[in-house]
């Protein structure tokens, strides 16, 4: 589909920096090379590093909100001319459906706008302590900013935390995953032609394994870490980071529930769940992954779904008849091959997914299971399987959708608003939708309980984890 090679580049200060080797960037639909990029090393890491500090400490960058509001809006817009060429190169890297990449891609712009916008009005607040006594709290930059980003939605994930990192007055290290470097290429060129961006202000190293995260994390130089990627990677992270006490923003794994109760529309439950666990081949945090039905309902629930799951047409991201795209590599798709073993043995296994003659696919797969200890239960699984669950009341519905260590997203179905707004609230996870799975924009925080992570991204709270608060006393006194 590509016309040529790809290359991707690290960057630093403004220039395009080979990196140590050549390792491949591939197609996950049919295994054809795309293109190389070169990984970068912990020295590399340093120097970027450096850079962002310098450019943190000596440069008017941190004081100019209308500065980094004019570069959040040119970056919407190159953004917004790169579009289709975007979308494409996630299709062609990660995958993903046509629409998904570009919904994705339109997601990135509007988050560098809604970043943009707030970039002005990073509001303290002033309090008169006593008569002529004035408390006033800054919000300041919280210094260089290491932005860590996974490869399921490597666009907008990556805007998701440069936005406000950029809106704050960081400066910022990013790096790629290693599975969708061609994308972040493209993106960092985006940035590259920003004319109002600073030299040093974005900076970007490549990497194979995990030598340049590490080098981030360890870095005395980098204050904030905003990691979006595996709850066991960001255990690692946070250990790593002990030693200088960064600030963290973690959004790591999900395990979301759908809870559908007797008197939710059935027709419509069927219709949100499959595109909320099918969606990016449920490669994706939010995904539903556990149906907990009430009993009355489960037979006509479940032969519902498995229609609409069975239905659901898998194949290359970029033919427009596809409704499920790839896997993100034959790794993946051997491990979910596993599971639906593992699933046929510890429950019934009630739509048994499938690979194609060719490429990282594996169709649909539902299974039933009663046993909430069992680890297809427990872990995130990351691919296109959901189990069934039952309860029998409200209470055991809460329990089971609270069984898990995750608390990143869940579903209610239902037409009595009492109980949906109860259950909501019963229910520990960063977000809840009603009668509806998987909407996630700019405006609305996003972002976990307990294992599912550190923080809130998207909205004014988004800021959060780029800014200080100082703390300036002035007793001038009154006579
Ligand atoms: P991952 O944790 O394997 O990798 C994420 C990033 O961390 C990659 O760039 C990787 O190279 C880097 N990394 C790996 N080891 C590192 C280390 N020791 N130090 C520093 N960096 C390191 O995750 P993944 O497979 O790329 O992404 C899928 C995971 O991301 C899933 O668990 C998914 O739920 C999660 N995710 C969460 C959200 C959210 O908003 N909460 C969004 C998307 C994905």
Redesign the pocket.
Known sequence: MLAHLLNADNYINGEWIAGSGTAESTNPADGSVLGHYGPGTAALADQAVAVARETFDQTGWAASPRLRAAVLFELADRLEAARDEIADLIVAENGKLRREALGETMGAISEARYYGGLARTILGRTIETAPGNFSTMNREAAGVAAI??????PVT?LVRSLGPALAAGCTVVI????QTPLVHHRVMRCLHDCPSLPKGVVNSVN?YG?EV??A??ASDAVDVIS???????GK??MA?AAKTLKRLSL????KAPAVIFEDADLDAAVRELTGGALVMAGQ??VAATRFLVHRSIERDFTARMTAAFSAVRTGPGADPQSQMGSLIDLTNQSRIARIIEQAADEGELILRGRTLDRGAFMTPSLFRIDNTASELVQQ?L?GPIVSIETFEDEKEAVTKANATRYG?AASVFTHDLSRATRVSRAIRAGTIWLNCHGRLFAEGE?G?YRH??LGRLHGPEGLNDFLETKHVYLEAGVV
Do not use: H, Y
């Open positions: 860590i980003v996974p490869w399921n939605a994930l790096k790629p995953a290693p990497e995990t995260g590490e981030l994390v990691f979006t990627g595996s709850s066991a990677t690692r992270i790593g959004e790591l794994g999900g994706i945090c995130e990351f990143l996003t976990g599912s992570g």
